[in-house]
């Protein structure tokens, strides 16, 4: 209970420009590499929550209802969370070979709470990336969040 009570939703997204003065440009660009990738790649919301208590943001990407992943902003820090449910996870365990060294190091690093696993990655630039796009990749696949495809128009919408 205590946890849901120190953050706040943010009905306005902070600026570029805000998060960049918070962050440093070297990790404003992983938090801007993650961010492009999930809206390019996924029908994604973005909900922002603000913490006083913490002097952080989250943002948190959904389909729906479905969470796909969120990024946590502190002053010049941002880590990168997945929560695999335990409803998910045998079908996450089950593909996790397809994953690189560095990122099944991840997952076998995340914290477990009630079958579920919390995968927290600090990110300080952007050399994890491809590891981290592997993680969102299998965690919406298993999450059933339909990857974009390209758009293709029918005979009858000429």
């Known amino acids: 209970m205590q946890k849901d009570l120190l953050y706040a939703p943010v009905y306005v997204a902070p600026s570029q ?30 909900r922002w929550r603000y ?26 820090r941002i880590s990168l969370l997945i929560l695999i449910s335990q409803g998910e996870r045998a079908a996450f365990e ?18 477990e709470d009630e079958g579920a696993k919390w995968i927290r990655v600090a990110m300080e630039g952007t050399a994890p990336l491809e590891d981290i796009f592997a993680l969102i990749r299998l965690k919406a696949e298993v999450a059933g969040i339909e990857k974009i495809g390209p758009k293709t128009f029918g005979d009858d919408e000429k």
Request: charged share 35%; hydrophobic share 40%.
């Open 17 to 46: 420009e805000e998060l960049r003065a918070m962050l440093g440009d070297r990790v404003y660009t992983a938090c801007k590499a993650v961010r492009d990738y999930a809206h390019a790649n996924y029908e994604m919301e973005e």
């Open 51 to 76: 913490s006083d208590l913490r002097d952080a943001f989250d943002c948190l990407f959904y389909n729906g209802e479905k969470r796909l992943c969120s990024l946590h902003l502190r002053e010049g």
């Open 94 to 111: 089950a593909r996790e070979e397809g994953l690189g060294a560095e990122a099944r190091a991840y997952y076998a690093a995340a914290a």
